[in-house]
């Protein structure tokens, strides 16, 4: 049974023909059924987005079984989706857990600015900001599906890596890995961290997320 109903296809064709330039290659890394409770519904619903439009090509990996694909990676947990350019490049854009619920609104935006090459958010000064950063910086964003405030916190996390490579911006769906919830202490979301050494709770605006960026680093 099909995840999205003839009315989403319908206006998933139409907003990828208008908003689609090139390519998108998402790898997604999967485990067995009695491993990963999501791994099989994140594979269905990112093959009915490909089967919409054919620049969305989709490659499913098994974390076990394609090791060395998944330590190129840095995948250590699943469902993981990662996403790469027209090219194969990594955008360092990540999900770990189903993108579902409001989270299903950041794939797709993910999607069209990695085809387009343009950041959904950020203003030209913005973006030179995020530039700057020259150190690595990882940036874990805690969401739940029914979070409506997530997928800005996640768009934000997922623009910055697009925009740096010295940057990796991971969605972690906190129901999902209960056990990494409770290392980091989630009581609320959206919960965000950067490089576990700055943390914050909401969706910041753009500015605000910078400066907590730059502060990560050192350089505010």
Do not use: W
Request: net charge negative; glycine share 4%; charged share 25%.
């Amino acid at each position: 049974m099909a995840l999205l109903s003839e009315k989403d296809v319908q206006y998933l064709k139409r907003a990828f023909e208008e908003q689609l330039k090139d390519k998108v290659k998402i790898l997604l890394f999967v485990d067995d059924a009695t491993e990963c409770e999501y791994c099989d519904l994140t594979n269905q619903v990112l093959n009915e987005l490909a089967s919409i439009d054919n620049r969305i090509e989709v490659t499913t990996y098994h974390i076990k079984r394609d090791k060395e694909v998944a330590q190129r990676y840095n995948i250590d947990k699943t469902p993981a989706i990662v996403m790469l350019d027209k090219n194969g490049n990594d955008t360092r854009i990540r999900f770990f857990g189903i993108p579902s619920g409001h989270e299903f609104s950041t794939l797709l935006q993910d999607i069209v600015a990695v085809s387009t090459g343009k950041p959904v958010l950020f203003n030209q000064k913005q973006i030179e900001e995020i530039k700057s950063i020259n150190k690595p910086v990882n940036i874990k964003v805690f969401v739940t599906p029914t979070c409506p405030y997530c997928p800005k916190a996640v768009l934000l996390a997922h623009m910055a890596a697009l925009v740096n490579p010295n940057i990796v911006g991971e969605m972690i769906e906190a129901n999902e890995f209960p056990e990494l919830s409770i290392r980091y202490g989630i009581a609320s979301v959206p919960h965000t961290f950067i490089n576990d050494k700055v943390d914050f709770i909401g969706a910041y605006p753009e500015g605000a997320f910078i400066r907590e960026l730059l502060r990560a680093v050192g350089g505010a």
